[in-house]
């Protein structure tokens, strides 16, 4: 693939996923990753960019002027948005961050674009796509039945939401108004390797390796549909090369957990890969632990269309991801270290 691709919060969790995984594919690809490097983000996560192809560039997509030199001097014939403050418990407890980033950064991006974008030629205008990364959380919460389709109403409950909501409304109504060719995608939760532990799965495969209480809101009855990170760049890659312009896709694993059921196989996991603790199984560190205020009961994808129209559908299912997910953390450890120097679910919960 000989094509320049921007990526923006490829130093996070799911972006540093999708470069390793442009890089695994092609010899050719250039990638342009402009991160802020927050407490989120390592620079460990993408071993294997080639430093003649791969430049990392700290900086906020905020920021108009570096977002307009950025373009003119790579001239990207793709952009995929990753960049965001993504941790719904941090969205509570300061919104300002996420309407910065997830909001006005994302309009500043979207603005930035679609200046350079028109101005190009006519030919390389047509190639050119804007995707942008977002989430079912959007849509709000579900009872006991029922799945988010493309169409469900947005409902956003919490800040985080809120804002990733507004900024799918700003990408909308850059196609609608301006006719900028995007793409959106809405995923549900991700889990694997290089996640950031103050999220569930890492945080308490983390814990439960050290000994550690496995915090669990509420009564852990609340549901959550898991994707594998490296399905979900799939996804990505496959709608930014076949999506019809203009068009929302939901991604989703057709893996619906409760919270402690994942918590329940994490810990037996965790004790048949690295030993059982002196005080018995895992399981006894499990702690019920005060609920997150609005907190979403239930989310769970269809996702006919990206499969009907684009034949995607998830490659691993959950327990060996999980089982992969957890080896890569029990080996990993330097990576860790660097990701908690600065861990604020540590800073909680404990964790380091
Ligand atoms: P993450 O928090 O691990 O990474 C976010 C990255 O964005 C970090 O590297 C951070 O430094 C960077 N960033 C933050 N603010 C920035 C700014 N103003 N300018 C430039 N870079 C900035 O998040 P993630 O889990 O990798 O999520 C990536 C995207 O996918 C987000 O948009 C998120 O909403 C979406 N998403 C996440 C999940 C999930 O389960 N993690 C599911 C669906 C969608
Ligand atoms: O310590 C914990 N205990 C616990 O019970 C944590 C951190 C979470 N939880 C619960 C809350 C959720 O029901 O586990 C579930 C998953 O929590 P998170 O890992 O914080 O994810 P969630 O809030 O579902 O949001 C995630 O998925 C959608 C990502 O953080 C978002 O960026 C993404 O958009």
Same mark, same amino acid.
């Given at each position: ?18 470069? /390793? ?96 974008? /028109? ?15 977002s989430t079912d959380e959007v849509y709000g919460s579900l009872g006991?039945t029922g799945l988010f389709r493309e169409d469900t109403p947005y409902r956003p409950?919490?800040?985080?939401s809120?804002?990733?909501a507004?900024?799918d409304?700003?990408?909308r ?10 793409l959106t995608t809405n995923c549900s ?36 549909d898991?994707l ?7 996804a990505?890659?496959?709608v930014?090369?076949?999506g019809r312009?203009?068009e929302v896709y939901n991604v989703g694993g057709d893996?619906e ?39 979403d009961?239930r989310y769970a994808i269809d996702f006919g269309k990206l499969h009907t129209e684009l034949?995607w559908q ?39």
């Open positions: 693939m000989n094509r320049t691709i921007l990526v923006t919060g490829g130093a996070g969790f799911i972006g540093s996923c999708f470069i /390793r995984q442009l890089f695994q594919d092609s010899t050719e690809v250039r990638v342009v990753n402009l991160d802020k490097l927050t407490y989120a983000a390592t620079t460990l996560s993408t071993p294997n960019a080639p430093a003649d192809r791969y430049q990392l560039v700290e900086g906020d997509i905020g920021d108009a002027q570096l977002v307009e030199a950025l373009l003119e001097e790579h001239q990207p014939d793709w952009i995929v948005n990753f960049a965001a403050e993504s941790h719904v418990d941090r969205s509570i407890d300061g919104p300002a961050a996420f309407v910065a980033t997830n909001v006005v950064g994302t309009c500043n991006l979207l603005d930035r674009v679609y200046q350079w974008w /028109r101005q190009r030629a006519e030919e390389t205008q047509r190639d050119f796509r804007f995707l942008h990364v006991p409950n919490s800040p985080y809120a804002s990733k507004a900024s409304h700003f990408v109504a850059y196609h609608h108004t301006f006719g900028l060719p995007v939760n991700n889990y694997g390797p290089y996640q950031f532990p103050e999220k569930l799965i890492p945080l308490v495969t983390l814990n439960a390796i050290a000994g550690k209480a496995l915090p669990v809101y509420g009564d852990g009855s609340n549901v959550r898991w594998f990170v490296e399905d979900h760049c799939r990505i890659q496959t930014l090369q076949q312009v203009g893996n957990q409760s919270n402690l059921q994942v918590v329940q196989t994490i810990c037996d996991v965790v004790d048949e890969l690295s030993g059982a603790l002196p005080g018995g199984p895992r399981r006894n560190l499990i702690t019920f632990v005060k609920d997150r205020p609005g907190h009961r034949g998830p490659q691993l299912d959950f327990e060996n991801g999980l089982r992969q997910t957890i080896a890569w953390y029990l080996e990993n450890q330097a990576w860790v270290d660097a990701a908690s120097s600065a861990n604020y679910a540590g800073e909680r919960l404990g964790h380091v």
